[in-house]
């Protein structure tokens, strides 16, 4: 779970998700709206008989805070709560795991921010099975040819990996960039994403007030997508002195077509 | 407002209620779901120009801990927020003003924690204007004729009151009993109030479980309304174990007629 507003445990509920699956929660800053469904979320998991350890990346002063709010609220729990202290202003890498790694980058907002790079491992090729029957193949070769070795024969004929396999499903990567100021080097960090999310809070009538709130504009997220040549934008984080989000949705198509409004609830297969 | 789970800032958008009126929250007890929406909600009322105070009557230790929470939160407040320390073993007026009082009083769950009585002060009688215009009452004199003097003439005659007034509107009363243990001593401090909510935690199936979690079924809340008096009972608190209240209703309608399910988003006039 990226972020942990107000309500996350009803919209889980709501969507069918597990609580018992849930592993990592990275809390991009310590704003009220980004954070404070944490409590909540963890006091309901406490009743779940959950197991293993829950591990809540955040700063170190949010460590503090919800270390005491846990201990008040969160007495009987049935699993173990681990808090991964992030540093705020350098890159790092929150989470490694066989699958995927979560990296850290820093935003720019009124109050110490990351945003966070997910990228799943590249994953093994597929086999093709009637090659591997016709060279024989022995099993104990399998994992190192779908990692895209070749095959050596015992009367030494080398037979190519292409022959052997085929192409690995890509993998998926996504990044995350909460409240921040515009900031064009962020289409370096996130380029080439298959999806990215960008705060965009207001639309072009109120670019001097994002810059005043540390905030960005939908056309400028969308100079972040297009810069970055990622494969879809989505937006968020809407300023509620608008009465819908047409405008940022217009606005930032002109400038990256492939653009879309996250919205409470939507589901997006990357 | 009585108790502040999580979400009770977006039931109160729902519902059209104004942030800004807001003066008093009272926590029954500690326990997440009745009090883990005060970080949020008082997040999201220091984005509002409030002004004013705000009250939150709470345990010392909910005090200390909700201290540290807005410290961190809701630096940039627009109000003066003030704790007023409830004892949990006494009755004690949390709240008098003008229109009405507050009274705690102990209820018995795993943790401290208090009901609250609310009922509004006596209001004025109505004056029959044609009346005290014919016996020439002063104005300085009418406080106190719709509080129920009667009226001296220069000449010495007795007007009664009756002959001024008529019957002041009722005063309404309410009762919250949050999670509690049956207790029957409960009808005694509830007496007559027009509303009485009291939890229903459990049916009648589950009345092991209800004393166990110090807990109440529907039949146990009706049976304190009954011989309390009340005008209507109000359930609520349910288990998540019940698909549905019926069996709540049907159980406690048995043994008091006058009782409604309380559900998300509902009114009720007293």
Chains 1, 2 share one sequence.
Do not use: W
């Amino acid at each position: 779970m990226i972020d942990c507003g107000e309500g996350a445990q009803r919209s889980m509920m709501l969507q069918g998700l597990s609580f018992t699956r849930l592993r990592h929660i990275f809390i991009s800053h310590l704003h009220g709206d980004h954070c404070l469904g944490l409590p909540g979320l963890l006091s309901t998991l406490s009743l779940h008989q959950m197991g293993g350890t829950l591990t809540v990346h955040t700063f170190a002063d949010g460590a503090e805070i919800f270390q005491k709010m846990i201990d008040f609220f969160c007495r009987e729990r049935s699993f173990d709560l681990q808090f991964n202290i992030l540093d705020p202003v350098c890159r790092q890498v929150a989470l490694d795991t066989k699958s995927l790694s979560v990296e850290t980058f820093p935003l720019r907002h009124r109050v110490p921010t990351v945003g966070f790079l997910i990228k799943e491992k590249p994953k093994p090729r597929h086999i093709i099975s009637d090659a591997v029957k016709f060279f024989n193949v022995p099993v104990s070769r399998m994992k190192e040819i779908k990692e895209g070795a070749d095959f050596v024969t015992p009367d030494g004929q080398v037979i190519v990996n292409s022959r052997l396999t085929r192409e690995a499903d890509p993998s998926a990567s996504y990044a995350y960039c909460s409240d921040t100021l515009f900031d064009r080097t962020l289409s370096e960090i996130v380029k080439g994403v298959d999806l990215l999310y960008h705060e965009a809070t207001y639309a072009d009538d109120s670019q001097a007030k994002a810059r005043e709130r540390f905030h960005s504009t939908a056309s400028q997220a969308a100079r972040i997508a297009r810069d970055a040549g990622v494969g879809k934008l989505l937006l968020g984080h809407y300023s509620k002195a608008y009465k819908d989000e047409n405008r940022h949705l217009e606005e930032a198509r002109k400038i990256f077509p492939e653009t879309v409004l996250a919205n409470e609830g939507m589901k997006i297969d990357i």
